[in-house]
């Protein structure tokens, strides 16, 4: 018992992340945490999605469900688990029942590496950057085996274009990626990193987001990887394999209801997978702004009070609301529903201005916000953006972006060579 | 698909082939797409993406409106061609109140015609906006098209509270209207032509420079003056391709020919002009409802019509300007007081011949882009 007692309370004194402590337990209480929290976040961008859509598009979006449209995606869940499953007679049955899984597991187990602080990782990898981008990849797989074994035109057209621009665009993808390790080998012993903790470190000890290290260099190689990303997760402008208007569904046309489902949770864990690579790698990761310049333990009160501030934000938003609901008594319970979810937003606020709370919480916190600055443009764009035609998004792929990264990370590996044996140059 | 092959033969002049044995792909698009506009299907040939050919297959929506001429009176059949293009139907009423009207030799009294212009102006807006907004769906950009429902609204508005419908209006009788304009119906118009003013700024400033948009809609769907005429395309898809021939100047009718406005015109032929040609021709519509609205005279809204019509045997044609193109109505009269035979020239079922000209060559997504362009209402295309 004693034994058991120290192997949990061991890593707490630890400062190292439950894999690198190598303690299974911890591990497992992140992995289950982390993938609570990514199915709360995938539920929170579902109805975030459909309300600022809505609302760019002079409409209000879904107002029934709950307050707001707040239950919404829970409505959506329960209908597309108690839906048929259907399964088409000329199916490839094995390949047809396996790729929505292989899709799904790879949007979530990039997520093994993903830092959001300096020890709430599940793990971390020496390799970290390469492990992410490799398994986000596989998902590319997945899609062709549904677009193959749904065995109609329509999917079948839908995966042989997504899988060319997930190749292509990964190409560009990498390149960029690899400018911004370079990066992180700048600094006096000449040595870089690719694990993802390892990245943000640097950036703090660099004193600068990559985003604006040899400027205009990062900040390119982060436009590249911007774009590049948004092709990747097959989104706006780049949703050709799923192109609506052209191909119905793409290459999910033939799934229904549960695996329908898990393509959709996959899409929207690879979007967050993919904004955290780009977070962790040009924006700093967990670090919160000016972690350098704005030191001393004023300043780590003020910015360890965000968190709290956002919540009761959201929670006051919700009170006003609540002020401006209909007095009609139909919309009795719905008025009562909204004051107890803003008052559930004011609870977590309060925890969150516990001193104990809000500074562990904090890094999490930064993280979380910049991941969502993403998200939100994803959403700008989809609002924005016709779609690109097959071969503009190829050539855009190829002669824009691919020579673009290949410049810039010969310049940066050039600059960053002179600014370190050079320093007066850069840093006089 | 075997159902496909032996429905459609597809045997085209088919070019050499780019690939050793490189399959072509026949896929039906429609009748149930989300791009096809309604029930039209299409079975494209395929060679990867690239569009080998294609074959439109219609009828999905057929009623038979020609043959039901035949059994009703004219009055009666005055409400049926509402539901041929049914996002323009003030336009349909004219071009069959105008028809009838030719063949019993009256005219509609001034104040009527300012009003059917107003109405049918308007329709015009109307129309282009639903096309704007579902074009701009399909080619992905979701935004313009609550946009366009938004301000087409107003103009519904403005149908409901004149006569009661907003979409098969059946707003006009043979020898003028069936009702005098509502109070403020003149404020109503004024207020719409400043309100949508801006508006069409707003559409443009959302597409017009848009890189992407411009990507897909450039050198799209290319097809020459020369190809319209030979295929009888008419409206704004002729006159993007450099034909100025529209029928309120050509051949007015209605009083088009007391108002000011351009016709404009493109140079290329592609999905890009036919998007200007129409964006400009909102604009010109205000303009025209501008001097119709300033000039609405006082007097009489029907002419004297016998109460059972009996046209004089013979026959007629007309045709008006519709949001789509040419809409003629040929009616043979037996001297009977139901017509002998009515044939509609509808601009859409026209219009769409042109689309294997535009598609062959191009990839998938512009056969999306064409359809859209071709701006069809399957309502029309079967009737």
Known sequence: MQELLNYISSYLSSDQTPGGAGNFLWALIYILLVFAGLSVAVIAMNWLERKILAHMQVRLGPMRVGPHGLLQPFADALKLLLKEDIMPDEADKLIFWVAPFIVTLAAFTVFVVVPFGPTHAITDMNIGILFMLGVSSLSVLGIVMAGWASNSHYPLIGALRSSAQMVSYEVAMGLAVVSAILMTSLNQQGTGTLSMIGIVEAQQAQGTWFVFKLFPLGLIAFFIF?????????????????????????????????????????????????????????????????????SGSTWNLVFSLFPGITFLFLAGMCFYSTARMPKHPYFRIQTAGLAIFGALLALIALVLFI?????????????????????????????????????????????????????????????????????????? | MTDSKTFSPLDL????????????????????????????????????????????????????VEKIAENRTYTMFNPYVDRMDYVAAVSNGLGYCEAVEKLLNVEAPPRAQYIRVILTE??????????????????????????????????????????????????FRIGGLQYETYNGFEQD???????????IDEYEELLTTNRIWLERTKGVGVISGKDCIALGVTGPVLRASGVKWDIRKAQPYANYKNFEF????????????????????????????????????????????????????GEVYHSIEAPKGELGY????????????????????????????????????????????????????DR
């Open chain 2, 189 to 199: 118009v004024k207020n719409f032509i400043s309100f949508f003013k801006p508006k």
């Open chain 1, 226 to 294: 911007a774009v590049a990303m948004v092709a990747e997760t097959n989104r706006a402008p780049f949703d050709l394999p799923e192109a609506e208007s052209e191909l119905t569904a793409g290459f999910h046309t033939e799934y229904s209801g549960f695996r329908w489902s898990l393509f959709f949770l996959a899409e929207y864990s690879a979007m967050i997978a993919v904004s955290s690579i780009a977070v962790t790698l040009w924006m700093g990761g967990w670090l919160r702004p000016f972690p350098n310049a704005l």
């Open chain 2, 122 to 171: 308007l329709n015009r807006i109307a129309s282009h906006q639903l096309w704007l907004g579902t074009h701009a769906l399909d080619i992905g950009a979701i935004t313009p098209l609550f946009y366009t429902f938004r301000d087409r609204e107003e103009i519904l508005k403005i149908f409901e509270k004149y006569c009661g419908a907003r979409l098969t209006t059946h707003a």
């Open chain 1, 355 to 428: 001193p104990a709370v809000r500074v562990r919480i904090q890094d999490i916190y930064w993280f979380c916000i910049k991941v969502a600055a993403f998200m939100y443009l994803y959403i700008w764009y989809r609002g924005t953006f016709p779609r690109y035609r097959f071969d503009q998004l190829m050539k855009v792929g190829w002669k824009i972006l691919l020579p673009m990264g290949l410049g810039v990370l010969i310049l940066t590996a050039f600059f960053g060579l002179w600014s370190t044996t050079h320093t007066n140059l850069w840093h006089p």
């Open chain 2, 262 to 313: 351009e016709i404009p015109t493109g140079a290329s032929g592609d999905t890009y002009d036919r998007y200007m040609v129409r964006m400009i021709e909102m604009r010109q519509s205000v303009r025209i409802l501008e001097q119709a609205v300033a000039g609405i005279p006082e007097g009489p809204i029907m002419a004297k019509v016998p109460k059972v019509m009996k046209p004089p045997v």
């Open chain 2, 13 to 64: 002049d088919t070019p050499e082939k780019p690939y050793l044995d490189a399959n072509e792909l026949v896929i039906n698009m429609g009748p149930q797409h989300p791009a096809t506009h309604g029930v039209l299907r299409v079975i494209l040939r395929l060679d990867g993406e690239k569009v080998l050919g294609l074959e439109c297959v219609i009828g999905y929506l057929h009623r038979g």
């Open chain 2, 330 to 381: 040929f009616i043979v009269s037996d001297g009977s007081t139901q017509p002998y035979r009515v044939r509609v020239r509808p601009p859409s079922f026209v219009n769409l011949q042109a689309l294997d000209l535009m598609c062959r060559g191009q990839l998938v997504a512009d056969v999306i882009a064409v359809i859209g362009t071709l701006d069809i209402v399957l309502g029309e295309v």
